[in-house]
C-alpha cells in the first residue's frame, strides 16, 4: 500500500491534537497556527485517507469513529518517530542530554569548574560528562568521536577547517621554582641561567610539555631533564619538594604556596592559547552553542578582571 502524499507527520499532529482538545481555536492556540490552516490540515488528511474523519456542526468539527480508530495508530506512529529522531541524535551525538567535554587536569582548577556551572544554569537538563587528560590523547578521543568537545592550550592556531575554535584566554609560561629558591626573587629569569639547573616536565603529548621544549629551542640551550611525569599537579608538588624547576602556565599560581612562579625574559617568552574545540560538522548543535556561549562569557569576564589594575587573572581567582 502507497501512503498519500497528503498524510505527513506534522497533519498527523495536528490531527491528534484536535482529538485532545477538541476545538480549532483550542489547537490554535497550543501550536501557534491559524485556525484556517488547522481546518485545511484537518481537511487534506482526510483527503488523503479517502475517508472522513470529522461531521460538520457549524463551525465545529465533531470526531467520528473513524477518528478514533485512526488516533490509535497515529500516536503509535508519531510516537514511534520521536523515539527514532531521539535515538539516531543519541547514536550521532547530536543535540544529545549528554556533553562530553575533554579538558587538561591545569583546568579543572579554575576555568572549567566555573564555565561547566554557567552552562548548567543555560542547560539545566543536559548531563556533564568531563574527561581529562593530554592534548594528543583529547584531540584524538574528538577525532574518533568519543567526545563532543575539548577545552586544551595549543601552542599554535588549529590548522584545517574541521574543527570549530573559540579562544577563551592566553596563559603565560613562566619558571616554577621552590619558594625558597634564590631565582624566586628575581623580576624575570633568562633560559641561559639556568643550565645547571635540573628541570622536571611532563611526558610528551602535553601541552605543557610543548611549551617546556618550544621556550627552550628558542633560548639555543638544552636543559637537563631529571624526571617525566604523566600529570601537572604531581609536577607542582616535586617542585615545591626541590626536586628541580619546571616550565608552567600561569593558571596554577594559586595551587601551591611551596612554589614561585618567575617571569622568563622577553626572548624566552611563551604562551599557551585556551581554546574550545569541536567539530565543525555539528556546529549547529545546541548544546555545542550553548557551550561556545559560555567559554565567550568566561573570555569576557576575564578581560574585564584583567583591566582593573592590580586584579588578579580571571582564571586564578
Known amino acids: ?19 485532545e482538545v477538541g476545538s480549532l481555536a483550542r489547537v490554535s492556540e497550543v501550536l501557534g497556527q491559524s485556525a484556517v490552516s488547522i481546518h485545511r490540515a484537518l481537511h487534506t488528511l482526510e483527503e488523503g485517507l ?7 456542526s457549524g463551525r465545529n468539527l465533531i470526531a467520528l469513529e473513524t477518528a478514533h480508530v485512526f488516533a490509535e495508530h497515529a500516536r503509535r506512529t508519531v510516537d514511534a518517530c520521536q523515539q527514532g529522531v531521539k535515538r539516531v541524535r543519541e547514536l550521532a551525538n547530536v ?27 543555560r542547560k539545566p537538563d ?21 567526545l563532543d568537545a575539548v ?89 615545591g619538594e626541590g626536586m628541580g624547576f619546571a616550565l608552567l602556565p600561569g593558571r596554577i599560581a594559586s595551587f601551591s604556596t611551596r612554589i614561585k612562579l618567575v617571569p622568563l625574559a622577553r626572548q624566552f617568552a611563551s604562551k599557551q592559547s ?8 555539528r556546529e549547529r548543535d545546541p548544546n555545542l552553542l550553548a557551550l561556545a556561549a559560555e567559554c565567550r562569557m568566561y573570555a569576557r569576564r576575564k578581560d574585564l578582571v584583567d583591566q582593573v589594575p592590580g586584579a588578579a587573572p580571571a582564571h586564578c581567582r
Open 126 to 146: 543536559v548531563e556533564v560528562s568531563l574527561t581529562m587528560g593530554s592534548n594528543q590523547a583529547l584531540l584524538r578521543d574528538l577525532s574518533e568521536g568519543n
Open 1 to 19: 500500500m502507497i501512503i498519500d502524499e497528503e498524510i505527513t507527520l506534522k497533519k498527523l499532529e495536528i490531527f491528534l491534537t484536535f482529538m
Open 50 to 56: 479517502g475517508c472522513p474523519l470529522f461531521k460538520r
Open 151 to 239: 577545552i586544551i592550550g595549543l601552542i599554535e592556531p588549529p590548522t584545517g577547517g574541521d574543527l570549530v575554535s573559540v579562544p577563551i584566554f592566553d596563559d603565560a609560561i613562566y619558571l616554577a621554582v621552590p619558594a625558597d629558591s634564590p631565582f624566586a626573587a628575581l623580576p624575570e629569569v633568562d633560559l641561559a641561567d639556568t643550565l645547571d639547573q635540573k628541570f622536571l616536565t611532563l611526558k610528551q603529548g602535553f601541552v605543557t610539555a610543548h611549551s617546556f621544549f618550544h621556550a627552550f629551542d628558542g633560548s639555543g640551550h638544552k636543559p637537563k631533564i631529571a624526571m617525566e611525569v604523566s600529570d601537572i599537579f604531581s609536577l607542582i608538588n616535586l617542585v
Open 274 to 281: 585556551i581554546t574550545l574545540l569541536y567539530s565543525q560538522r
Open 95 to 121: 543535540n544529545a542530554a549528554k556533553l562530553r567535554i575533554g579538558t587538561l587536569h591545569s583546568l579543572t582548577l579554575h576555568c572549567i569548574p566555573r564555565i561547566i556551572v554557567e552552562l548548567k544554569l
